[in-house]
Nanobody
């Protein structure tokens, strides 16, 4: 069974930085697009950033210039470097991965979510 393990969340002051990591374990044949989503209290889940297997990236307008997504294909791991954090960035962040496994050509998994809190 493929699982996504997230780490790196926590509490920081406005203007600070955090680096989120998400490692996929299990029988992944080919890792495709990986990304980060977030959901603030009382709001719907939204895309933060995503990165394809060829390293094409896409960011939400609200995080452009502040966040950077990257990946380590050898480790099936995706990272999100978050700089100049703002209170509005406070949310539960979810890792997402699309991949091929032995039983399917198109599988998708979500992490359990990790809390990021930015104080004023």
């Amino acid at each position: 069974q493929v699982q996504l393990v997230e780490s790196g969340g926590g509490l920081v002051q406005a203007g600070g930085s955090l680096r989120l990591s998400c490692a996929a374990s299990g029988r992944v044949i080919t890792m495709n697009t990986m990304g980060w989503y977030r959901q603030a209290q009382g709001k719907q889940r939204e895309l933060v950033a995503q990165i394809t297997s060829s390293s094409t990236t896409n960011y939400a307008d609200s995080v452009k210039g502040r966040f950077t997504i990257s990946r380590d294909n050898a480790k099936n791991t995706v990272y999100l470097q978050m700089n100049s954090l703002k209170p509005k960035d406070t949310a539960v962040y979810y890792c997402n991965a699309k991949f091929r496994a032995f039983w399917t050509t198109a599988e998708e998994k979500w992490g359990q979510g990790i809390q990021v809190t930015v104080s004023s």
